[in-house]
């Protein structure tokens, strides 16, 4: 159980250009979802946490403009980069919150590299 | 400061016990967690304590947490080469956000 998907799991885009990567969790529902971004040999960092049906938060130095969030269902979140550089590469995992601790379980993520 | 600390790089022999050690920040984490990512891959939970517990033992893995010096550390037992991967521990504030660690590379050698 607590399986949560993300598409694609490698995407290639050229300068300019705006990506959307989908964050599902399968088995259960999802009130809360987390989106990190992590840059190689680094750690995870947090850049915003959703919640259904109402804005996400994002953390500091995060730009809500370029990365748009949307968590329209309990089991669906989406992350748009849009306009986006080669400084955006990256790989973006997303998670989802579930049970009474609120547990959080990943994704596999996402490997955006912009050209 | 911010930052969830821990070792860079471990190095062990197959069959020995591995120790991942990590210092955090916040006395008022409620859970401290320990997750395992493979190369490319998302990351895996595979034990977490609460902040009250001293110590917390799943059969390889043993967690054990000294809450004055804001220490984890995990131990893993027999380690096999299917436990290289990169271990990240992480900390619980008073929300649901989770910090960090900087993540130490466990590679494990025949």
């Known amino acids: 159980g607590a399986v949560v998907s993300q598409h694609p799991s490698r995407v290639i885009c050229k300068s300019g250009t705006s990506v959307k990567i989908e964050c599902r969790s399968l088995?259960?529902?999802?009130?809360?979802m987390f989106w990190y971004r992590q840059f190689p040999k680094q750690s995870l960092m947090l850049m915003a946490t959703?919640?259904?049906?109402?804005?996400?938060?994002?953390e500091q130095g995060v730009e809500k403009d370029k990365f748009l969030i949307n968590h329209a269902s309990l089991t669906l979140s989406t992350l748009t980069v849009t306009s986006a550089h080669p400084e955006d590469s990256s790989f973006y995992i997303c998670?989802?919150?579930?049970?009474?601790?609120?547990?959080?379980?990943f994704g596999p993520g996402t490997r955006l590299t912009v050209t | 400061g911010e930052d969830v600390e821990q070792s860079l790089f471990l190095s062990v022999r197959e069959g020995d016990s591995s120790v991942i050690n990590c210092t955090y920040t916040?006395?008022?984490?409620?859970?401290l967690y320990w997750y395992k990512q493979e190369p490319g891959a998302g990351l895996q939970l595979l034990t977490y304590?609460?902040?009250?517990?001293d110590m917390k033992q799943d059969q390889r893995l043993t967690v054990l947490l000294n809450k004055k010096d804001k220490h984890l550390s995990l131990r893993i037992a027999d380690t096999q080469t299917g436990d290289s991967a990169i271990y990240f521990c992480?900390?619980?504030?008073?929300?649901?956000?989770?910090?960090f660690g900087t993540g130490t590379r466990l590679q494990v050698f025949p």
């Open positions: 998670s989802a919150g579930t049970g009474f601790r609120n547990e959080q379980y």
């Open positions: 959703s919640n259904e049906g109402s804005k996400a938060t994002y």
């Open positions: 304590i609460f902040s009250n517990m």
């Open positions: 992480a900390e619980r504030r008073n929300t649901d956000k989770l910090i």
């Open positions: 916040d006395s008022s984490s409620t859970y």
């Open positions: 088995d259960f529902q999802a009130t809360t």
